[in-house]
């Protein structure tokens, strides 16, 4: 609905809401409804460049300020980001990234994106490559104080739970073993209910602020 809304700032799309078949491969749905949408126009109605090249990324980033630069990374998050808290024993590290394949023209993105995150935020962040995409990452520190930025501006429902539950971890709200077990409950496991479409998203979200800890806050080890 929100790229619907965005869309609606060129031209009123056109919508259609059908039910549709069951899907056997998705537990807990019993009745899915299908959603799509439309907007017909041509390149000239078009708003916003198609294609930018590293300066323009750059003089637009600049020209926004701190609030809309936390919006723009929560949107870049909800689509092609990670939040992930992994955890051993006497180990721990927070994960922030943001990915984007090889081939693909937004990953010039990632270095002006970086590049301005440091300016405005004073948040370091380096950029790794894999076999067929590189990411800009955040650890530790630089995660979570990326996350106190942007997670009230994120959509996606297991991400943005991430982000809150780290975030009450490290404001000391809740402990390191309320954490993991409320962590553990956003991850997928086959056959088992999924938190992003029923209802333990709505019980992990009112049970992370009434849940309380006295005693030495986290540590991080940095990696």
């Known amino acids: 609905m929100f790229f619907a809304k965005l869309l609606s700032t060129v031209k009123a799309p056109s919508l259609k809401i059908k039910w549709e078949r069951r899907m056997p491969a998705v537990k807990y749905v019993h009745k899915p409804i299908a959603l799509s949408f439309r907007v017909d126009l041509n390149a000239n109605e078009w708003p916003w460049p198609i294609k930018l090249s590293a300066d323009e990324l750059e003089r637009i980033l600049n020209s926004l300020s701190n ?14 980001g990670t939040v992930l808290y992994i955890y051993r024993r006497d180990h721990e590290y927070v994960l922030v990234k943001i990915a ?11 270095d002006v994106l970086r590049d301005a995150i440091a300016r405005k935020f004073g948040i370091t962040g380096s ?15 630089n995660a979570v104080r990326l996350l106190r930025r942007v997670a009230k501006y994120m959509h996606h429902p ?36 999924d938190v992003k479409h029923n209802n333990g998203l709505d ?17 991080l080890t940095g990696m």
């Open 203 to 219: 019980v992990l979200t009112r049970a992370a602020p009434q849940t309380h800890t006295h005693g030495v806050g986290p540590i």
């Open 127 to 141: 950029i790794n490559s894999h076999k067929t995409d590189d990411a800009l990452k955040f650890y530790n520190e």
């Open 67 to 80: 609030e809309e630069l936390a919006m723009f990374i929560a949107g870049l998050l909800d689509g092609d």
């Open 158 to 193: 297991l991400r943005r739970l991430r982000a809150e539950l780290l975030l009450a971890y490290y404001d000391g709200k809740i402990s390191r073993d309320e954490l993991i077990k409320l962590y553990e409950q956003t991850e997928y496991v086959f056959g088992a209910p």
């Open 100 to 110: 984007a394949c090889k081939d693909c023209p937004k990953r010039m993105m990632l």
